[in-house]
């Protein structure tokens, strides 16, 4: 079981970027991927998750509206655009899975992908 992030980089406040979470070794009809995110000197945040059995999403606070997690089940991937980007969203970003559904809260997944940097910047 191997997920992969990628898709990070340098981008100007109110740009926007997209970001994929390619999954090996196991289908994405299993439980739940989710995005977490991780800034210098801060704990890892949640940042939003989809259900792969139903679609179901949800999205932290502070990226509702900007944020969109989507999948593309041909491709096993996830991905999370996101527009408005702000300086507050750079940070490392890490895909994760778990066998039960979305859920926000990182304990809960297992599987963890190395991160890609999203750094928003003028």
């Known amino acids: 079981v191997q997920l992969q992030a990628f898709g990070g980089g340098l981008v100007q406040p109110g740009g926007s970027l997209r970001l994929s979470c390619t999954a090996s070794g196991f289908s994405l009809d299993y439980g739940a991927i989710g995005w977490f995110r991780q800034a210098p000197g801060k704990e890892r945040e949640a940042v939003s998750c989809i259900s792969n059995s139903d679609g179901f999403t949800d999205y932290a606070r502070s990226v509702q509206g900007r944020f969109t997690i989507t999948t593309d089940n041909a491709k096993n991937t996830v991905y999370l655009q996101m527009n408005s980007l702000k300086p507050e969203d750079t940070a490392v970003y890490y895909c994760?899975?778990?066998?039960?559904?979305?859920?926000?809260?990182?304990?809960?997944?297992?599987?963890w992908g190395q991160g890609t940097l999203v750094t928003v910047s003028s």
């Open positions: 994760a899975a778990t066998s039960i559904g979305c859920s926000l809260v990182p304990l809960l997944y297992d599987n």
